[in-house]
């Protein structure tokens, strides 16, 4: 059985910077895509990074592109979020999902192509 399991939220000022931290277990994911994805209040949950486990191959939201690094650790079955330059505007809630097919390319950025998903992780940054 996939488990997914954030940490690293919690609250920041503006500017700052977090690393969120996903700790997969249950399967091999050489194979699969990682993602995180987050929901703001009222909002609908959106794509913010995904990563190829074997290729390392990145895909990232146009808001968080160069301020936000989604990495992968092997040896600790972990996937990382790096957020630098917060701003308020990115406060929500932050999903890791990992996808069983190993999609590529824009099928990355697509919150149905997910099978498994963590209990999500606050992120609020204040101004």
């Known amino acids: 059985q996939v488990q997914l399991v954030e940490s690293g939220g919690g609250l920041v000022q503006a500017g700052g910077s977090l690393r969120l931290s996903c700790a997969a277990s249950?399967?091999?994911?050489?194979?699969?895509?990682m993602g995180w994805f987050r929901q703001a209040p009222g909002k609908e949950r959106e794509f913010v990074a995904a990563?190829?486990?074997?290729?390392?191959?990145?895909v990232y939201a146009d808001l968080v592109k160069g301020r936000f690094t989604i990495s992968r650790d092997s040896a600790k079955n972990t996937v990382y979020l790096q957020m630098n330059s917060l701003k308020p505007e990115d406060t929500a809630v932050y999903y890791c999902?990992?996808?069983?097919?190993?999609?590529?390319?824009?099928?990355?950025?697509?919150?149905?192509?997910?099978?498994?998903w963590g209990q999500g992780n606050q992120v609020t940054v204040s101004s």
């Open positions: 249950g399967r091999t994911f050489s194979t699969y895509t």
């Open positions: 999902a990992a996808d069983r097919s190993g999609g590529v390319g824009k099928v990355m950025t697509k919150l149905a192509n997910y099978d498994y």
């Open positions: 990563i190829r486990w074997s290729a390392g191959s990145t």
